[in-house]
């Protein structure tokens, strides 16, 4: 699980202004991501334009086993057959959301203490996003930034929970989040808005591999 959160793109139509969806998974996939979540939000899609994007995204993951993850929603992930499902705080309850997906999806949660993270593991979860950690606009309803240190305090708590960290993240900040204590970080914007979301990709895997390196030599020593 901890290495498939290493990038984790999290994209819909309304972030991407400049170019396809389908461009820009493709191009982020041939620079190294590991993780995608299809967040279709207030696009003015229909249903079956959701599905039909949906379908397309889903696709082109399982061509290059990445886990598909759908947002929110439990009904549009069973029927793309996603691997799993990501909920926040005031969606669905986790517990709930496991029962009806089965023991075998991946279930994220959004967790922004160690309060919330232990809870999301008793009902079920694989993963936490916690977040945002940095200030955000492809996010209309988020919080305050609760920064890296969030992360750093559930890690204390909670040593071996796969930590995703979300929210303004950008090659420059990747390596903050990692060393605080997140397996990966999850992004919008930096890839989906860039002019080439390949470089911006692999820029990251760039930042995420050395701050890990650098992390378990510290570890060794
Ligand atoms: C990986 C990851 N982490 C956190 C979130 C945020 O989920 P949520 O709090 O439900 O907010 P919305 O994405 O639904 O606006 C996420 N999507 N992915
Ligand atoms: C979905 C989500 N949850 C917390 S912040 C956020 C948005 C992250 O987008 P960006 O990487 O563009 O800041
Ligand atoms: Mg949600």
């Not at 967790?111 to 996010?139: R, W």
């Amino acid at each position: 699980m901890k290495n498939s959160l290493s990038l984790y793109l999290v994209m819909g139509s309304q972030d991407c202004p400049h170019q396809n969806p389908v461009e820009i998974l493709e191009e982020a996939i041939a620079g190294g991501i590991t993780c995608f979540q299809f967040r279709e939000k207030l696009s003015g899609k229909t249903g079956i334009e959701i599905i039909r994007l949906g379908r397309q995204l889903r696709q082109i993951c399982a061509d290059h086993q990445i886990p598909f993850i759908a947002n929110d929603r439990v009904d549009l992930g069973l029927i793309l057959e996603a691997d799993g499902i990501h909920i926040g705080q005031d969606d669905l309850p986790a517990y709930e959301v496991r029962k009806l997906i089965g023991p075998r999806r991946l279930l994220g949660v959004s967790a922004k203490t160690p309060a919330e993270a232990h809870k999301a593991l008793q009902d079920g979860a694989n993963y936490i996003g916690v977040g945002p950690m940095f200030t955000t606009s492809s996010k209309l309803d988020a919080s305050a930034p609760i920064g890296p240190k969030a992360i750093e305090h559930i890690r204390q708590e909670l040593p071996d929970i796969p930590i995703v960290g979300i929210g303004g993240i950008t090659t420059e900040r990747a390596g903050q989040v990692i060393s605080a204590g997140a397996d990966g970080v999850a992004v919008i914007s930096a890839i989906t808005k860039s002019s080439s979301p390949y470089e911006v990709t692999k820029n990251f895997c760039r930042q995420i591999a050395i701050t890990k390196k650098e992390k378990n030599k510290m570890i060794m020593d």
